[in-house]
């Protein structure tokens, strides 16, 4: 998405309106995904907790389980519809950040993924990211509170104002904090970006704009958000489609 998105606004990026297509139109529920948060309220200003987000150098989520329900510290990924299990190298202590590496297996393969987060649950964070089969890999989290459920979303973007680009479009949503975030990379020149919008509770739509003409709009209906991104002729960004659905 090199060409559509970082000559408009480097990392950031635009929607527009909800893309509704017929053969698309009846609901989409998640049945495997919860609908009330899985954190614990004792941890929600604690490293300790629950941390989802998404794997994007292909498709997929990830939740990181720092002690939520026991001593226990694992991280479930899952990526191309393959789940991969992996345990932590650090146990967690009391009154410091918490850093570790979590190692697993992909088909046969290592897994080394390094998270980090502040003693308060504060600026969760992938520092090192080695998946088989995904060089180049970006792993983006957000802390999940007791009261603050977060929404993971994968899908597709397309390009339909004449050019080729299309890939990947995955983003974790907060209708608590209002706040949604997408990860995406081109499945044409492998280019990749991360822009942050908001999020309107009173109508369930998403938004960006840089203030230059690059504009990004989608509507959550159930566990499915469709919308377009429009960028300024000036730059040369193109306009197209996206489509997301929710798998964590």
């Given amino acids: 998405m090199s060409k559509v998105f970082l000559a408009a606004a480097v990392l950031f990026m635009m ?13 989409v529920t998640c049945t495997s995904c919860v609908t009330t948060p899985d954190a614990k309220a004792a941890y929600d200003a604690s490293s ?3 941390y989802k987000g998404t794997v994007v ?19 479930t990924m899952v990526i191309d519809g393959t789940t991969v299990v992996l345990t932590a190298s650090v146990k967690w202590a ?10 697993g297996t992909l088909n046969g393969s290592p897994v080394s993924i390094t ?8 600026d969760p964070t992938v520092t090192a ?4 089969g995904h060089p180049g890999a970006v792993l983006s989290v957000s802390k999940e509170t007791s009261t603050n459920l977060i929404m993971v979303f994968e899908g597709t973007y397309t390009d339909v104002s004449g050019g080729s680009d299309k890939g990947t479009f995955d983003l974790f949503l907060s209708k608590g904090l209002k706040v949604w ?65 929710r798998t964590l």
């Fill in 15 to 27: 929607f527009n309106t909800s893309c509704k297509k017929k053969s698309d139109s009846s609901p």
């Fill in 94 to 103: 009391s009154g410091v950040a918490y850093v570790s590496s979590f190692t």
């Fill in 115 to 122: 998270f980090s987060v502040g003693v308060d649950g504060t």
């Fill in 181 to 245: 975030k997408v990860n995406y990379k081109s499945s044409v020149d492998s280019s990749m970006g991360e822009i942050p919008g908001t999020f309107d509770p009173s109508n369930n739509t998403l938004n960006f704009d840089d203030g230059h003409g690059t504009t990004i709009k989608g509507t959550l209906a159930s566990d499915k958000i469709d919308g377009t991104y429009n960028g300024p002729a000036t730059s040369g960004t193109k306009s197209g489609t996206w489509t997301c659905k």
């Fill in 48 to 50: 300790k907790g629950v």
């Fill in 57 to 75: 150098g292909s498709s997929g989520t990830i939740k990181f389980d720092i002690g939520n329900n026991d001593s226990t510290i694992t991280a």
């Fill in 129 to 132: 990211i080695n998946i088989p």
